[in-house]
């Protein structure tokens, strides 16, 4: 049956919106009721160019065929199969073009429906990984201060945003943080990698010495911290950690849920930035955004560890009703082969320098005091009002909608990461309006 949606609800009340204003919001709502391409429309009839790509999602743009193919062609062909003790060939065949994809020893997929579940999914593992090995004693687990990793337990506890942990009680016990990498006053206006802060990356020798490294299961970071304002790793401090961790048996997990499928121009931040992690966790740019989806790569050595024993047991007591499920699965299929053929990565790479030009023509407007990025992705950051921290930058969001631009802010930092299928023209167009924010803004 067809049927009309209303395109403004005349009830804004029941759902409370995630990490949202809820009250500010209702005021004055924005809503987008359909998208193209690099844009949003919105209610009141006008285009919004996507400078987020939705919420670091949307790698391929909007409303992409193939991906709304698939999807509607599994709904009619296979709905549902349950996921655990039973298969479907989608899921498979995502597995292995992931797996295809990744860099080389990543060898298997564990499916979840969410960059926070990924986490929590990567942190089991690599617990169990211990465990099943003999080394149980490693418990420990090791996050870094301003990390986002989602926002289930795990994640906040290994997570390094005050906001996302300090309502929520004791959280995990036996973590550890890492020093945040932000170093404005050695390394504002960066881009690219930062000269300074690989020494930061020491730290976990003072955690090892703390508590024996036979007690440390796993370290995650993003590989470049998104959430949190756009931080990118200082030269040699990735190579530092995995380093440390080699030496101790210390499993390292990047989390790449913004950095997977391209915003860098490679695949992922491990091939980008030439260091592997153990295990990488992935959302988001999976499925565009378009069906949740998240995934787990793992190397052969971590997963083979969990194959012994009776063959009819249960390898991981770990799973989700919706793992794999088939239309997010035909959705991922259909995501990886859009970015292959239009060549998405390539266009992300290729247009790296221009966009870190057009990013840092910024610098010297009212109230920036930073700016850094790479591939594609870049944020400003602007001094706070003196006693209103975030109000600034919220401003600046509010205005750029209005003008047509969807930014992102983080405390005072503007954050931009346009899907990759960005042209100059859009970058152009993506700088003036925020330009013409920026110059006025009080
Ligand atoms: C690095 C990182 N990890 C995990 C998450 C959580 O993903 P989700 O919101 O899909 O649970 C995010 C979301 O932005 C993220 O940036």
Known sequence: MAYDTPKVPNDLSAFWMPFT?????????????????????????????????GLWCCNAGHNRPLITEAIAKQASELDYA????????????????????????FEHVFFTNSGSESVETALKIALAYHRVRGEGTRTRLIGRERGYHGVNFGGISVGGIVNNRKFFGSLLTGVDHLPHTHLPDQN??????PEHGAYLADDLERIVALHGGENIAAVIVEPMAGSTGVLMPPKGYLEKLRKICTEHGILLIFDEVITGFGRLGSSFAAEHYGVMPDLITTAKGLTNGVIPMGAVLATSEIHDAFMSGPEEAIEL?????????????????????????????????????????????????????DIRNSGLIGAVELTPIEGAPTKRAFEAFLQCYDKGLLIRTTGDIIALSPPLMINKAQVDEMFGILGSVLKYLK
Not at 37 to 46: K, L, N, V
């Open 82 to 105: 349950p996921a655990f003790q039973m298969g479907h060939p989608k899921a498979f065949e995502l597995a292995s073009a992931l797996r295809d994809m990744a860099p080389d020893p």
């Open 21 to 53: 204003s809820n009250r500010q919001f209702k005021k004055n709502p924005r809503m987008f009721v359909s998208a193209d391409g690099m844009y949003y429309q919105t209610s009141d009839g006008r285009d919004v160019l996507d400078g987020t790509a």
């Open 317 to 369: 007591f770990h799973g989700y009703t919706y793992s794999g499920n088939p239309i997010a699965s035909a959705a991922g299929l259909a995501t990886l082969q859009t970015y292959r053929e239009d060549g998405l990565f390539e266009n992300a790479a290729s247009l790296a320098s221009y966009w870190e030009d057009a990013l840092h023509s910024l610098k010297g407007l009212p109230h920036v005091i």
């Open 188 to 193: 504002a206006y960066t881009r690219g990698q």
